[in-house]
């Protein structure tokens, strides 16, 4: 209990309002920086090329058997619809972050969510190694980090970061009966 309130202490220097302002300004650069790095793994990985290649052998064919312009167009659509996913990914989180930077208790609950599976999810990519670089290895191992911390603080400053939950409840009273 001594560690959690000494973490706690230190989000409270900082403040609810300064907080949430820079966990979004934080989380709206690494969600660029994910998105940028993730389309570099597609591409690196050929995951388009992959599709294609599953594609045509479900459907009896190789892809030598294909057209290379076919192949290309349909390798960019491919790539264009990852890229579509990774937009409105983008989309979605920027959205729920507006509504955080608001109060709304509803958006603090996906960050909080987000922060913890963003942590995971880059845990996944340490099994890749230096695939796509020191850079990107060296991202992913501080984003760990940056999201238990961001996580931490969404956590232990909940109260601290919201408006009012619930407004109190209004009693009207009963009328009272008149006599005509």
Known sequence: MLMKEKIKSHFQKIGGRKFVILAVLILIITDLLNTWYLQLYWVNKGFSQTFLRLS????????EELNPDTVTEVKNMVDRGFYLFLMIILANNFFFYFFYLRRKLWAQGYVLFYTLTAALFAVTFLFEGTALGIPWFSYNVSTILIYAYLYLG?????EETVGDKRPEAVIIPEREKTEQ
């Open 56 to 63: 045509a052998e479900h459907g009896g064919m190789t892809l």
């Open 154 to 158: 969404v956590k232990l400053l909940k």
